[in-house]
Structures are given as C-alpha cells and as structure tokens.
Nanobody, 118 residues
Framework: QVQPVQSGGGAVQAGASLTLSCEAS????????MGWFRQVPGKAREFVAS????????YYADAVEGRFTISRDGAKNTMYLQMDNLKPEDTAVYYC???????????WGQGTQVTVSA
C-alpha cells in the first residue's frame, strides 16, 4: 500500500500564492499517480489536478487551468500543487489522493484547509 501525508495550506488574500505538498510512503514502486481534490461544505469533492507518476503527464480542472501547477519530485516521493492568483472560490479543504497497484486502489490524505479572502 501507498499512504499520503499532506502539508501546506493556510489563509491568504486573493491574488496570493500557496503551495501544497503530499509525500507518499510505502510501496512506492507500485505508485501509478497522485492528485488533488477539494471540497467545500455541502458540496461533493471535486477534482483539481493529477499527475501520472511514471511519465509526469498532468491533468487539470478547467477552473484552475493556468493558475495551478502540479509537479512531482521522484527523489522525495512528493507531489506539489503550486497555486497562483488564488481566488475566493478556491477556498476549500484540499485532499491528496494516491493511486497504486494492479488492480488499482486509492488512498486519501488527511486534508488541509485553504482559505482565500477577497
């Protein structure tokens, strides 16, 4: 199994930047990909961005394309989400998710709050 541990987040004003990190531990050789999701109270958790671990292919939600950048550091088994030009509507709890193995299974991080004020 592969388990994620998140760090980062906080409270900023609109237009500012934040970086989230997610370190994977366990059977890293089975890691397929990692991603970020976010959730606000009363709404479903939504996809933000993801990255394929082996070839680095990235995917973004339309709402964050051009403002957020997902990346990985293989030496540190860590994924990052650089969030620039943050908007109040980016306020949410952000969750890291890892995908590993065949058949593939997923694990969630503990979540971290991001608050953007106008």
């Amino acid at each position: 199994q592969v388990q994620p541990v998140q760090s980062g987040g906080g409270a900023v004003q609109a237009g500012a930047s934040l970086t989230l990190s997610c370190e994977a531990s366990g059977r890293i050789s089975t890691l397929n990909g990692m991603g970020w999701f976010r959730q606000v109270p009363g709404k479903a958790r939504e996809f933000v961005a993801s990255i394929e671990w082996k070839d680095g292919t990235t995917y973004y939600a339309d709402a964050v394309e051009g403002r957020f950048t997902i990346s990985r550091d293989g030496a540190k088994n860590t994924m990052y989400l650089q969030m620039d030009n943050l908007k109040p509507e980016d306020t949410a709890v952000y969750y890291c998710r890892v995908r590993a193995g065949r058949p593939e299974t997923g694990s969630w991080g503990q979540g971290t709050q991001v608050t953007v004020s106008a």
